[in-house]
């Protein structure tokens, strides 16, 4: 029995094949993932493993079943680098106040802060991951939309870890400014403004400019005209991308896409392969930015979502020579790596030329089939 580590996972692998392929040497796996096949491309290029930036080494293993899939996955103990943390936060995160009535309470309201990343249930091993690398918060799952959540709402463990964490690693999209203003409002919780009324008109200040602000139903026990909105920061990134946080930022906001298009050809169809990620108009300029940092793509807006911009890669070169690589040297973390790893097959069956088969074609569509929302664990 022969233990691998890929994309921060372990597997128990029973058999494996070696052959050249136009990436280099591949393996081929056999794991436990109900038959699933695993490429690894060796890259002339320096490959980075999981433990660079400051990442420690394995120690323990644990074993982690996820019923709702019916598949058992071994993974090791290995602390996420903190880059790519803070990119799957721009990405995946939300800082919130919840504030509410309670009788109790001197000022009669109830203010609760809250970090908190929501994910698809199959990402449970990524979501333990990162309480493992922040040591506290809980997670819980939420049955009725089949996901999980890790929350963090103790004052006392923000302070202590959640913002260090930010103000060491910043966070470089639009949400920064919500997370600046998250911390003006735990600087005024752990002083216990929150105990008279005075003190929560400070904080609803600073929750009018967060996020969406207020609903209509809060104004109501809140008017306009009594609330008194906190300047909203302005975020413009103009350093340099940490590849880990570009790496964190696409496990969440990242999709590796496949597009067999009918077509005048002699198999019927054309392979588009496709990398994306799509963000809020207001992030337009990072996105912008991510171009210039992998020197590829552009920038299309998104005409079923009109606040949406979509940076995108289609042509096969860029994909084969620049994203491919990218994500072999520093690898994606979560269960969208499977999605990479497909990605990555049919664009072996591209360069080989097989997609100009019947055959071909229809390994591709096997795989595509199996990919991103399709995909079951």
């Known amino acids: 029995m022969l233990t691998l580590i890929v994309q921060g996972l372990e597997y128990s692998v029973s058999a494996f094949t070696i052959s050249d392929g136009a990436f280099g040497t591949c393996f081929f796996f056999g794991t436990g993932f109900h038959g699933l096949v695993l490429l690894i491309f060796n890259y002339n290029a320096n490959i980075h493993s999981i433990h660079s930036s400051g990442a ?20 090791k103990d290995v602390e996420l680098c903190p880059n790519w943390v803070t ?53 819980s799952e939420r049955l009725d939309r089949n996901t999980i959540v890790y929350s963090v709402q103790s004052v006392r463990d923000i302070l202590k870890v959640i913002i260090p964490h930010f ?23 752990d002083l216990k403004v929150q105990s008279n009324i005075e003190g929560i008109y400070k904080i609803i200040g600073i929750k009018a400019s967060m996020n969406i602000g207020l609903s ?38 990242g999709c590796f896409y496949v597009n067999t298009k009918k077509a005048k050809t002699l198999t019927g169809y054309q392979i588009i392969m496709t990398f994306l990620i799509t963000q809020h108009v207001r992030d337009e300029r ?38 491919i690589p990218f994500f072999c040297k520093y690898p994606l973390q979560g269960v969208k790596s499977l999605d990479y790893n ?21 390994k591709i569509k096997s795989l595509k089939s199996g990919m991103n929302s399709s995909r079951i664990l």
Request: glycine share 4%.
């Open 56 to 75: 420690k080494r394995p120690s323990k293993s644990l074993s982690v079943i996820n019923k709702r899939f019916y598949s058992t996955i071994k993974v």
């Open 167 to 189: 103000d060491k690693y910043p966070l470089i999209t639009q949400k920064r400014a919500d997370y600046l203003l998250f911390k003006q409002a735990i600087n005024l919780l």
């Open 286 to 323: 990072l996105l912008a930015k991510i171009i210039d940092y992998l020197d590829c793509g552009s920038i299309e807006k998104v005409s079923t979502r009109p606040t949406a911009v979509t940076f995108v890669v289609y042509k096969f070169t860029d994909i084969k020579d620049k994203i």
């Open 216 to 253: 209509d139903k809060f104004k109501i026990s809140f008017p306009a005209s009594d609330v008194y909105p906190v300047d909203r920061p302005l975020i413009n990134f103009e350093g340099d991308f940490h590849p880990n946080w570009l790496t964190g930022f696409t496990d969440g906001e």
């Open 87 to 139: 990119g799957f936060a721009d990405a995946e995160s939300s800082f919130s106040l919840k504030v509410s009535k309670k009788s109790t309470a001197k000022s009669g309201w109830s203010v609760i802060p809250e970090f908190r990343i929501e994910l698809h249930s199959r990402d449970i091993i990524l979501l333990r991951r990162i309480k493992d690398y922040f040591g506290l918060g809980i997670i």
């Open 342 to 362: 497909d990605f990555c097959k049919i664009a072996n069956l591209v360069i080989t030329k097989e997609h100009l088969t019947l055959e071909g074609v229809k």
